[in-house]
């Protein structure tokens, strides 16, 4: 299972890295359509507004995802030493 949770969080932070400006351009492009479409074509506002949402909130998710890895594996290894310092401790006395 961790093996696969690092696979997918190496995955995830290329997507990033790679291609992380693209969904910002993206998501720009869908606004500028809704600032320029007729105020009476409110399908096309709608259509748009939803693809800048769900291109934010895949962006958004990506982010959420890698931050949660990230901080989960810092706790790991504070937990790894303290228990380490917690050895020293014992063999000390």
């Known amino acids: 299972m961790s ?12 997507v990033l890295d790679g291609a992380g400006w ?6 720009k492009g ?5 600032m320029q479409t007729a105020p009476d074509d409110r399908d096309a ?3 748009a507004y939803v693809r800048a ?3 934010a909130e895949i962006k958004g998710g990506l982010l959420a995802f890698i931050e949660g890895y990230e ?11 303290r228990a380490e310092k ?3 401790r014992r063999r000390g006395r």
């Open 45 to 47: 506002r709608e259509q």
């Open 30 to 34: 869908q606004l500028a359509v809704i």
């Open 3 to 14: 093996e696969d949770l690092d696979m997918r969080y190496r995955q995830a932070k290329e």
């Open 86 to 88: 917690m050895k020293e």
């Open 71 to 81: 901080h989960q594996q810092e706790l790991i290894k504070r937990k790894a030493e």
């Open 53 to 55: 949402s769900v291109v």
């Open 22 to 27: 693209l969904f910002d351009d993206y998501a």
